[in-house]
């Protein structure tokens, strides 16, 4: 056989293949910042919320000690530790408000007497009154 007779079997050229791996990696990357800041807001909001009721555990206590011999220091802790728990319903709110106004009379004064028995059982009915 003369090489000029022999049939060549012609060479094709290369051919494109569809790679679509890099979409699929760019895809997985964002699915997965996705997922990451979700967890992120989970982990940060259950983190908010155990240090607000831990505040919230600290200042009851706090208002459950209140020295009520010292009548000036008392009125101003019972106000600052109130205020915490006023907003837990309407109710709590006109309480703390009515206590704050019964309050008014120890507070700004250099001298003043003693809680009377009515201040006591209105401090006594708002302590009773908060959810911890």
Do not use: C
């Amino acid at each position: 056989m003369n090489p000029d007779e022999i049939k060549i079997r012609d060479i094709k050229p290369l051919l494109e293949v569809p790679d679509h791996s890099i979409y699929l990696f760019i895809a997985v990357i964002i699915v997965s910042l996705l997922v990451l800041i979700g967890l992120l807001y989970l982990a940060l909001k259950w983190i908010k919320t155990k240090n607000r009721l831990s505040l919230r555990r600290t200042t009851y206590q706090k208002l459950l000690h209140v020295d009520l011999s010292d009548s000036k220091k008392a009125a101003y802790e019972i106000t600052r530790y109130g205020l915490v728990f006023k907003d837990d319903s309407p109710r709590n709110e006109e309480m703390y408000f009515n206590l704050i106004s019964r309050l008014e009379r120890y507070k700004y004064k250099k001298d003043v007497g003693p809680f009377e028995y009515e201040e006591r059982s209105y401090f006594e009915l708002y302590k009773g009154m908060i959810d911890v």
